[in-house]
Antibody, heavy 123, light 110 residues
Framework: QVQLVESGGGLVKPGGSLRLSCAAS????????FTWIRQAPGKGLEWVSY????????FYADSVKGRFTISRDNAKNSLYLQMNSLRAEDTAVYYC????????????????WGKGTTVTVSS | QSALTQPASVSGSPGQSITISCTGT?????????VSWYQQHPGKAPKLMIY???RRPSGVSNRFSGSKSGNTASLTISGLQAEDEANYYC??????????FGGGTMLAVL
């Protein structure tokens, strides 16, 4: 069964740090690209970051650039998001999502999503 | 990258058809056929409904269809059913190697 499970969310003070994890199962993790997407309370979806299969190519939204770091461990079938210098506006549910890939290349949409992990930044 | 523009809400009666629009720019929808649509029920994760403008993933009802003209994409749901009531988000890949989402449209099935 194809599955993504996020963990690591919680309550953190402004300026603090948190590391989110996303455990994948049911498919060949190393063959796919992954994204982090967040949703503030009562708001829409916001793309955060994107990492290619080898981990060597990474992109970030301007709102998190320089503060967040995406990474992956293909041996552990896991995706990570290190979040530093957290602000109140980073409060959201964070989803990891898979970008489908085939032998001919990768796509530009997210076909599998985790259930999300909640991050609250508050003093 | 500014968010794509969607109507805040739409409504329809069971059996009717509705269309949700999603307007972007020449840097996203207008330049790529990489528009996708996601359905999200309250408290749940988003679910992929349409990708690459008009393609349906396996398991998604053929009542859902997508199209694009210029900088505007559209999602049409025909034969509305009660379970279609949810929030719908459009998304597009962009020229900045990123994704942009719409603000979301709440669909009410009256």
């Amino acid at each position: 069964q194809v599955q993504l499970v996020e963990s690591g969310g919680g309550l953190v003070k402004p300026g603090g740090s948190l590391r989110l994890s996303c455990a994948a199962s049911g498919f060949s993790f190393s063959d796919y690209y992954f994204t982090w997407i967040r949703q503030a309370p009562g708001k829409g979806l916001e793309w955060v970051s994107y990492i290619l299969s080898s981990g060597s190519t990474i992109f970030y939204a301007d709102s998190v650039k320089g503060r967040f770091t995406i990474s992956r461990d293909n041996a552990k079938n896991s995706l990570y998001l290190q979040m530093n210098s957290l602000r109140a506006e980073d409060t959201a549910v964070y989803y990891c999502a898979r970008v489908p890939c085939t032998r001919t290349g990768c796509s530009f949409y997210m076909d599998v999503w985790g259930k999300g992990t909640t991050v609250t930044v508050s003093s | 990258q500014s968010a794509l523009t969607q109507p805040a809400s739409v409504s329809g009666s069971p059996g009717q058809s509705i269309t949700i629009s999603c307007t972007g720019t020449t840097s996203d929808i207008g330049s790529y056929n990489y528009v996708s649509w996601y359905q999200q029920h309250p408290g749940k994760a988003p679910k992929l409904m349409i990708y690459d403008v008009s393609r349906r993933p396996s398991g998604v009802s053929n009542r859902f269809s997508g199209s694009k003209s210029g900088n505007t994409a559209s999602l049409t749901i025909s034969g509305l059913q009660a379970e279609d009531e949810a929030n719908y988000y459009c998304s597009s890949y962009t020229s900045n190697s990123s994704w942009v989402f719409g603000g979301g449209t709440m669909l009410a099935v009256l």
